[in-house]
């Protein structure tokens, strides 16, 4: 398949076998999200892995849509370290494209995956914050829910000619 083809073809999937993942494939995970571009190169990004039961059941509790975290084999929290940001305004683009090439390794290893918003809500970031005892200079990002697929979503159509604008508006 094509880069193209491989990208469009990505779902975002909420319901999972329960076949854990390898400690190796999310590795191969973070090491994407690593490789993520970066403002100035700061690459402020911190990763938490996380695959105990009970604390993907305890995040799932406080956020309002991470109830597929209960089936999940796994989950990455995407952090960000605003003392590695040239400034406040840049570390969470950094952390999305490093959520965005998590999610699509994810997919080239056939797992699924789902993005869950954390920033710019505060109270889901100050809860999420508590719940791993992060230091006041991480702020949570984004969390990514991980399983092999239980459910396969059809190709929406999404391409919308009339927000293409060519040398202006």
Known sequence: MNILNF??????IRKYTGKAISDEILMDL????????????KQPWHFIIVKN???LLRISEVHPY??????????IVV???DRLSNTPAYWPVDCAAATQNILLAAHSFDLGGVWLGVY????????????FDLPV???VFSIISLGYPAEKKPL??????????FEGW
């Open 137 to 139: 200079n991480i702020k």
């Open 53 to 55: 039961k009970e604390m």
């Open 66 to 75: 991470a109830s597929m975290l209960k089936e999940a084999a796994a989950a």
């Open 79 to 81: 952090c960000g370290d």
């Open 156 to 165: 929406p159509d999404r391409f919308k000619k009339e927000r293409i604008h």
């Open 120 to 131: 710019p809500r505060e109270e889901r970031n100050k809860v999420i914050g508590e719940l």
């Open 7 to 12: 990208i469009i073809n990505r779902r975002s």
């Open 30 to 41: 973070l090491k994407a999200g690593m490789y993520a571009p970066s403002a100035s190169n």
